[in-house]
């Protein structure tokens, strides 16, 4: 009896642990199925407003002036005075530097000496030639007499009244005054080549005088025009070598800027001058930005580009030769074309609109770089599938796919 005992009573114990475990579960109360929810996106939007905007190009120039004068030594001097320093403004005509004058005197007065002696030279030659030409008349009187001596003797010695020492007297008489008359005349043709000679000496003379007038002269160097002095490159002191360089000067007003044309922009350029639309750039922003317009463009070109010269159209005192600018050039405008924040494009061609509160994907046309009046840089855009009106989306989302939910941080 009590071994049944024992054997029974843990099977009804586990029985009942089942059964009321059982009841438990089945009495529970029921739970409601848990929902999934679809995620939506915060995102900035912005209105597309087409309309005819003008692309930009980002270009890197460096400001030259045509009218840049540099200053050198005539020849060689010291260095007396330096009355301007780099960035100075200077008037026309203003004295900028001047060399010592004891160094270009002595070359004046010795052209001078040179010139006084050649025209005494030329002097005494026409003295000469007066002198020859008088002599000349007497010579051809005495030629004339030794022939008549030489007949005499010749009639005497048939005669057999003269010796053959007279007659020889009377040859060689004639022989001397025929070579004395020859080199006469000889003189006195010979005259207009010496006259010649004399005249090119006097000339040279001069031309030495007025060089060294013309050094003495430029010994002091005096502004050609007004403007800006961009370097000086001597001292008070300084001994300087003919034509080194002594200082520069340039004018602000003429100032210039040359940036290179990358060559796929050429011929838009070409046509926008056929087509008489003036390419503008712009330096800066607000009240001090600076317009700039296309002048030329360079002589020559290589493979990367072109040089084009842009004109300032309005000029600041914060402006340097030889400065290097970035602008931003003002290409031919383009119709239905919008301007969008970088972060709005996809794979470069591809932007999303906001419909219903998805994403639709849609195919655009990059226009190139577009700078808006605060400086800020956007791009331009074009598409057929973009309305006035429509709202694009401008978060840059990684996982941007059409259909995405997404909601607006502000209303449109």
């Not at 199925?33 to 597309?48: D, G, I, K, M, N």
Request: proline share 5%; net charge neutral; hydrophobic share 40%.
């Amino acid at each position: 009896m009590k071994r049944a005992v024992k054997v029974v009573l843990p099977i009804l114990i586990v029985t009942a642990a089942l059964a009321a475990f059982l009841g438990l579960k089945t009495s529970r109360p029921a739970q409601a199925p848990a929902q999934v929810s679809e995620r939506v996106w915060r995102v900035e939007t912005l209105r597309v407003e087409p309309g005819v905007l003008a692309p930009t190009l980002t270009l890197y120039g460096r400001l030259e002036s045509p009218n840049l004068h540099r200053a050198a030594a005539p020849a060689a001097a010291r260095v007396k005075r330096v009355l301007v320093r780099e960035g100075d403004l200077v008037a026309s005509g203003q004295l900028l530097l001047e060399l010592d004058t004891r160094d270009f005197a002595p070359a004046v007065v010795q052209a001078q000496a040179e010139i006084d002696e050649y025209e005494a030279q030329l002097q005494s030659e026409q003295i000469r030639q007066a002198a020859d030409l008088e002599a000349q008349q007497q010579e051809q009187r005495l030629l004339q007499l030794s022939r008549q001596s030489l007949e005499r003797a010749h009639r005497l010695q048939k005669q057999q009244l003269g010796s053959d020492s007279e007659l020889d007297l009377a040859r060689q008489e004639l022989a001397r005054q025929t070579l004395s008359l020859t080199a006469r005349e000889r003189d006195i043709s010979d005259h207009p080549a010496r006259v010649q000679v004399l005249e090119a000496k006097v000339q040279r003379a001069r031309a030495r005088l007025q060089t060294a007038q013309l050094n003495l002269e430029r010994s002091r160097v005096e502004a050609p025009h007004a403007g800006r002095i961009a370097s000086v490159e001597v001292a008070v002191g300084n001994q300087v070598a003919p034509n080194q360089q002594l200082l520069t000067l340039y004018d602000p007003a003429a100032l210039e800027l040359r940036a290179r044309i990358p060559t796929p922009y050429l011929g838009e350029l070409v046509r926008s001058g056929a087509e008489d639309f003036a390419l503008r750039g712009f330096i800066g922003q607000d009240a001090g930005r600076i317009e700039l317009r296309l002048s030329r463009l360079a002589g020559e070109a290589d493979p990367s580009g072109t040089d084009a010269l842009f004109t300032l159209q309005r000029h600041s005192d914060w402006l340097r030769a030889g400065q290097v600018l970035s602008f931003n050039l003002q290409r031919q405008p383009q119709r239905d074309a919008f301007a969008v924040p970088h972060e709005v494009l996809y794979g470069g061609n591809r932007v999303y609109k906001l419909v219903e509160g998805r994403l639709q994907g849609v195919q655009v046309e990059p226009l190139g770089n577009y700078v808006r009046d605060d400086g800020e840089e956007w791009l331009l855009l074009r598409s057929d599938g973009l309305r006035a009106g429509e709202v694009l989306v401008a978060t840059h989302l990684p996982n941007a796919v059409d259909g995405l939910r997404v909601a607006p941080v502000a209303s449109p």
